[in-house]
């Protein structure tokens, strides 16, 4: 009997090397509306949805012109192009999902990204088939670090919240699984590890290069025994 119902996998950063690519779509939108923002700045709301880092720049620079909802598709239509024509899988990112497959836990996706853009991540990694819910927080209250996105996720899996494990590669992702009673696994961005935020985690990885089963077994056994 598996002591987990199931793992759910963060996406952007996590499945594909994306975060570059929001960040690239967010300062060229938003600088086109004069929001003094640059590829630092723009790490400041890593695991956010768009509308939110829309109002987050909103609040602080606002400006006139395009509406919000119009900033915020911009960097959507920009983010799908880029996936679409430049989009690879995090290292060692298949591997794990294939990985946890065979040990017999069903895989999920939960992501702050709208759901035209985990279409277009899944279909660009061919990776569509080995998720049995593809869980975006677009018509959540609110994403992360709100858990919502997660508690939606484990109930369509037919999961108990308490009896998943997330893997995160930002704060608020990580915030997000905790605060939905999960376990998590935390693969954070090299230029952001040193988050203290990351500390609520259950377990680090550099990459998931260094995923291994036995590890993992041994990391549920001590967490669900």
């Known amino acids: ?13 996590v499945l ?14 938003l600088q086109r509306v004069g929001v003094p923002i ?7 709301t890593t695991g956010l949805r768009t509308d939110e880092v829309v109002e987050y720049w909103w609040a602080r620079h606002p400006w006139t012109g395009p509406t ?4 915020g598709a911009e960097i959507t239509r920009e983010l799908i192009a880029l996936v679409r024509e430049q989009g690879t899988a995090m290292p060692g990112a298949i591997e794990t999902v294939d990985a946890v497959i065979s040990m017999g836990y069903p895989v999920a996706i939960a992501s702050s990204s709208a759901g035209e853009v985990i279409a277009a991540v899944v279909a660009r990694l061919d990776i569509a088939d080995r998720f049995h819910v593809l869980q975006s927080a677009e018509h959540e209250p609110y994403g992360k ?12 899996l037919d999961a108990s919240p308490s009896r998943c494990v997330a893997i995160e590669d930002s704060p608020n992702g ?15 961005d090299h ?5 203290r935020r990351f500390l609520a985690a259950d377990a680090h990885l ?4 260094q995923f291994n089963q036995d590890a993992f077994s041994g990391w549920i056994a001590e967490w669900f025994a």
Request: aromatic share 6%; net charge negative; proline share 5%.
């Open 16 to 29: 594909i090397d994306s975060e570059p690519f929001w960040r690239q779509a967010e300062v060229a939108a």
């Open 1 to 13: 009997m598996n002591l987990i119902d199931a793992v759910i996998f963060d996406m952007d950063g």
């Open 206 to 209: 550099t990459s998931l290069e």
């Open 174 to 188: 990580v915030i997000a699984a905790k605060a939905a009673k999960m376990r998590c696994i935390a693969v954070p």
């Open 145 to 156: 670090p709100h858990p919502a996105v997660y508690i939606e996720a484990a109930r369509r």
């Open 38 to 44: 640059n590829d630092d700045l723009a790490r400041l």
């Open 68 to 71: 919000r909802q119009e900033v």
């Open 191 to 195: 230029a952001i590890a040193d988050d």
